[in-house]
C-alpha cells in the first residue's frame, strides 16, 4: 500500500520560512517524480513543482522561483519543499503526489498517488 505523508506545515508570520517534508512508503521512491501542489480556500488545485525521477526538478512561474525549492533524498524515500519569504497568498494546503511515469508534471491527472496535504497559513 502506498501511502505519501506531509508533515511541516504550520502558521508563520509573512517573511518566514517553511520546510514541508513528504515521506514515501509502499513506493519506488527513487523512479518516481514527486509533485508538490496546493490549494487555497475557494481555489483549485494549483501546481507548484517536480522533482522528477533524476532528482531535476521545476518550480512553477516567477511567483514561486526564487523562493521555493523542491528537493528529495532517496534514501529516506522523503521529498523536501522549502519555502522562503513567505506571503500571505502562499496560504493553502499543501499536498505531495507520486507520478510513477517518473517523468514529472504539472497535470494533476498525471499523478498516482497524493498525500493528505499539510496546512500552512502565512499571517501578515
Known amino acids: 500500500q502506498v501511502q505519501l505523508e506531509e508533515s511541516g506545515g504550520g502558521t508563520v508570520q509573512a517573511g518566514g520560512s517553511l520546510r514541508l517534508s513528504c515521506a514515501a512508503s509502499?513506493?519506488?521512491?527513487?523512479?518516481?517524480?514527486i509533485g508538490w501542489f496546493r490549494q487555497a480556500p475557494g481555489k483549485e488545485r494549483e501546481f507548484v513543482g517536480v522533482s522528477n525521477w533524476s532528482g531535476t526538478t521545476y518550480t512553477a512561474d516567477s511567483v514561486m522561483k526564487g523562493r521555493f525549492t523542491i528537493s528529495r533524498d532517496n534514501t529516506k524515500n522523503t521529498a523536501y519543499l522549502q519555502m522562503n519569504s513567505l506571503k500571505s497568498e502562499d496560504t493553502a494546503v499543501y499536498y505531495c503526489a507520486a507520478d510513477r511515469s517518473a517523468l514529472g508534471s504539472r497535470g494533476i491527472s498525471e499523478y498516482d498517488y497524493w498525500g493528505q496535504g499539510t496546512q500552512v497559513t502565512v499571517s501578515s
Open positions: 509502499g513506493l519506488s521512491f527513487g523512479s518516481s517524480a
